[in-house]
């Protein structure tokens, strides 16, 4: 029995009943009462543990129904306060917007955030200001979900600004970090392209990829690979593990080696909700032997969404989450089913046929649990994301390595000559890359619409697999238990 599995699920059902229906508030307090109060007669500890998660999280709804009422009754009051802009500001034809992080008390609090829209200025990750501005709640509904997922519950119009001298929050380093690795790469021989699609590798900033490239990247269906999340921290980490190993001598240094890695790669990216996924998947993993206990990837994973959802609960909105979640989750569950059903009726002798199925098992596999989203957000799916996932994964770890490299030496060397001769393969690597997404993204039947039936069939598809799997394992698990 996994119980952070089923209460994940559950804590994401409350979380969209209560969204969409909050009339029915008492009805699940109610219910959740009576579980815990029968899980206790059971006197069964893992079973007991469904039902405390499930009240936690939804305790931590009702906190945040109370912050949106608290931003609501703040609307059209003028407000002053110190702010840091913690992701790259975007812009359209009317206005430019960015993410913002209150760093002063005055109307809102310490680390409210709020999504400020502003003219004709030019600001960047980690400027500080003093801003005078009205709140205002978001109307379109896919904003809002946007928005609360992210943990921002209000937006604001900003009337005027000034530099602030509140620059003593890390929320100020962090990005002042982000522009030094930006002006390593903008340092180097690298071509405008290139830059770019390190830039959004190593520190998830998209914002100067080109559209048409990004949307050829979407075509092709390899979005996973621009969004940081587990692959890259893996990467990343495993980058700095052979830097510091030699100082790394038991258990509890790696785990403190772990924590500090991990959040530093994080604040980098702007704490977007795929990369702490990633992250608190990872750290879980990671410490499980300090506590003498096995460690179960998808039981981590589990967690990790439990512990996203308490802290903001309407992450589960969040589209990045949600395919870094179901990818992640085919990759465990449907890829070492699929490998072992093929090479069951295929043997293959050779290791690299053998890699080779594995690899194409895990591309298949997260394809197929995050084709759903995929067609809600996007309206089609991808007919050459195997194909390209297959062309172009070798190349995009082999960028993420070298970068990581060159940019770790471009922090400690006081000129950039060293991490600019570092990162040249990675311009080649790069071009090949873009090249690929570029001409696979851009052919007439690259992608597919899908009508809703055809969608109703694929989640159909979906869960027999999955329901298939679960029976052959639980065949398993009885066979031997008969043995014994």
Do not use: W
Not at 21 to 27: G, M, N, R, S, V
Not at 210 to 215: E, G, H, L, N, T
Not at 225 to 251: A, D, E, R, T, W
Not at 259 to 269: D, K
Request: net charge positive; hydrophobic share 50%; proline share 3%.
């Amino acid at each position: 029995m996994r119980p952070f599995l089923i209460a994940a699920v559950i804590s994401v059902s409350l979380t969209a009943i209560v969204y969409y229906c909050k009339t029915a508030i008492f009805a699940i307090a109610v219910c959740l009462i009576i579980f815990l109060i029968v899980a206790l007669k059971l006197k069964k500890p893992h079973f007991t543990l469904v039902p405390v998660i499930s009240i936690l999280v939804f305790l931590s709804l009702l906190f945040s129904l109370y912050e949106i009422d608290r931003f609501s009754n703040l609307s059209n009051t003028p407000i002053t306060e110190d702010l840091v802009i913690t992701e790259t500001p975007e812009s359209n034809e009317y206005y430019n917007f960015a993410t913002a992080v209150c760093v002063s008390e005055n109307s809102l609090h310490k680390g409210d955030k709020i999504k400020i829209y502003y003219k004709n200025s030019d600001l960047s990750v980690g400027d500080t200001l003093n801003a005078k501005f009205y709140l205002f709640e978001f109307d379109n509904e896919k904003t809002r979900r946007y928005n609360f997922s992210e943990g921002i519950y209000a937006g604001a119009q900003i009337k005027s600004f000034s530099d602030s001298n509140n620059d003593k929050s890390i929320l100020t380093f962090v990005p002042k970090l982000r522009f030094k690795i930006t002006e390593i790469l903008k340092s180097s021989d690298l071509t405008f392209q290139s830059r770019a699609l390190i830039s959004a590798l190593t520190i998830g900033d998209r914002s100067s990829l080109d559209p048409k490239f990004y949307d050829n990247v979407k075509k092709s269906g390899v979005s996973h690979m621009l969004v940081v999340s587990g692959m890259h921290l893996v990467i990343i980490i495993g980058v700095f593990y052979s830097v510091f190993k030699p100082l790394l001598h038991n258990k509890y240094l790696y785990a403190a080696f772990s924590f500090l890695s991990v959040f530093l790669i994080v604040a980098l990216c702007g704490f977007t909700m795929s990369v702490i996924r990633a992250g608190i998947t990872y750290l879980l993993f990671s410490i499980a032997p300090l506590f003498s206990r096995e460690r179960d990837a998808l039981n981590s994973l589990s967690a990790a969404m439990i512990i996203m959802i308490f802290k903001t609960p309407f992450a589960v909105f969040s589209v990045s989450l949600q395919l870094s979640m179901l990818s992640t989750a085919g990759i465990l569950i449907l890829s070492p089913y699929l490998t072992e059903v093929f090479l069951r009726f295929c043997p293959l002798r050779k290791k690299f046929l053998k890699s080779l199925v594995s690899s194409l098992s895990v591309t298949v596999s997260a394809s197929l649990l995050t084709a759903p989203v995929c067609i809600l957000v996007f309206g089609y799916i991808s007919t050459v994301s195997i194909l390209t996932n297959i062309l172009v994964s070798f190349a995009v770890t082999a960028i993420l390595s070298i970068s990581v490299i060159a940019i770790g030496v471009g922090l400690v060397m006081p000129n950039y000559n060293l991490a600019n001769i570092i990162l040249c393969p990675a311009e080649i690597l790069s071009s090949y890359t873009i090249n690929v997404i570029n001409r696979l993204g851009s052919l007439e039947f690259s992608t597919l619409e899908v009508i809703p039936r055809l969608l109703s069939l694929v989640i159909f598809l979906l869960t027999l697999i999955i329901a298939l799997k679960y029976s052959e394992q639980q065949q398993l698990k009885f066979i031997k238990r008969q043995n014994i």
